[in-house]
T-cell receptor, first 113, second 113 residues
Framework: DAGVIQSPRHEVTEMGQEVTLRCKPISGHNSLFWYRQTMMRGLELLIYFNNNVPIDDSGMPEDRFSAKMPNASFSTLKIQPSEPRDSAVYFC???????????FGPGTRLLVL | DAKTTQPPSMDCAEGRAANLPCNHSTISGNEYVYWYRQIHSQGPQYIIHGLKNNETNEMASLIITEDRKSSTLILPHATLRDTAVYYCIVRPFSSGSARQLTFGSGTQLTVLP
């Protein structure tokens, strides 16, 4: 069982650049969640999808952030343009849907200079 | 979702039981208690959940008081690898689509050799 796969694991970029984070959920899971973790704010939900449809994006900080889930096995979180305050660890999680357990990926550590 | 209160930190000797408390005095009848943990630099990991009966699995036991206003997560024989931040989360169980998790600040458990 491969678990939730995220890429890249680390990303260093300069302010103003576009950043794309990728997530492959566990096969058969129909819910996918994007979280962000910082020292100041802890773990926060950004957006989640059920059956590839965005359900709640109220946690997305602003228009610079966008997320897509074109199919059941892939999702992206894009930041354009990136800013230093976006530096954080971004986690993707998936869930079987009718069960509440969420399985988290290893995270992407983003540093925006 | 009901608010939870956890001590910010706890120590436990290796091989001893670790008892992590959580107060959720405003819990409502349809809300479950979930426990996750986050080992440093990893994604959160599901441990256990319950409604009103005590629960046990291969990782831990969950004891919920009769009035459901508090609970205790028990790691029966703590090891150094159990050092992590432990999150107690209270939320309704959804029989339909999945819902997000709201993480508080958790308890930093340090298992001492």
């Amino acid at each position: 069982d491969a678990g939730v796969i995220q890429s890249p694991r680390h990303e260093v970029t300069e302010m103003g650049q576009e950043v794309t984070l990728r997530c492959k959920p566990i096969s058969g899971h129909n819910s996918l969640f994007w979280y962000r973790q910082t020292m100041m704010r802890g773990l926060e939900l950004l957006i989640y999808f059920n059956n590839n449809v965005p359900i709640d994006d109220s946690g997305m900080p602003e228009d610079r952030f966008s997320a897509k889930m074109p199919n059941a096995s892939f999702s992206t979180l894009k930041i354009q343009p990136s800013e230093p305050r976006d530096s954080a660890v971004y986690f993707c999680a998936s869930s079987p849907g009718r069960k509440e357990t969420q399985y988290f990926g290893p995270g992407t550590r983003l540093l925006v200079l | 979702d009901a608010k939870t209160t956890q001590p910010p930190s706890m120590d436990c000797a290796e091989g001893r039981a670790a008892n992590l408390p959580c107060n959720h005095s405003t819990i409502s009848g349809n809300e479950y208690v979930y426990w996750y943990r986050q080992i440093h630099s990893q994604g959160p990991q599901y441990i256990i959940h319950g409604l009103k009966n005590n629960e046990t699995n291969e990782m831990a036991s969950l004891i919920i008081t009769e009035d459901r206003k508090s609970s205790t997560l028990i790691l029966p024989h703590a090891t150094l690898r159990d050092t992590a931040v432990y999150y107690c989360i209270v939320r309704p169980f959804s029989s339909g689509s999945a819902r997000q998790l709201t993480f508080g600040s958790g308890t930093q458990l340090t298992v001492l050799p």
